[in-house]
């Protein structure tokens, strides 16, 4: 079994930061990507950011120069550095990991439960 659990959410006002992590556990042999999305009300879930084993990082348009992705392979963690943060980000912000169990075996993508950001003007 592998568990993503993101923790960092809370109440913030416009302009101020938030720094929201997540840990994986259970049955890990590696992960490859890692990734950030997130999810308004009555909205589709949106890509925020994802970062390979590697480091390599990818944002959305409307968080670059914002936001940081960062990770340690070795805890198994991401982690999403927000600052300058807009009412219209109030979102649940969930983490999410291509884990591979064993050795040869296949990727599955493996989602956290959500961590609600709620940014106040």
């Known amino acids: 079994q592998v568990q993503l659990v993101e923790s960092g959410g809370g109440l913030v006002q416009a302009g101020g930061s938030l720094r929201l992590s997540c840990a994986a556990s259970g049955s890990i042999f590696s992960i490859n990507a890692m990734g950030w999305y997130r999810q308004a009300p009555g909205k589709q879930r949106e890509l925020v950011a994802t970062?390979?084993?590697?480091?390599?990082?990818n944002y959305a348009d409307s968080v670059k120069g914002r936001f940081t992705i960062s990770r340690d392979n070795a805890k198994n963690t991401v982690h999403l550095q927000m600052n300058s943060l807009k009412p219209e980000e109030t979102a649940v912000y969930y983490c999410?990991?291509?884990?591979?169990?064993?050795?040869?075996?296949?990727?599955?993508?493996?989602w956290g439960q959500g961590t609600q950001v709620t940014v106040s003007s």
């Open positions: 970062i390979t084993s590697g480091g390599t990082t």
């Open positions: 999410n990991g291509d884990v591979q169990k064993y050795s040869g075996g296949v990727y599955y993508r493996y």
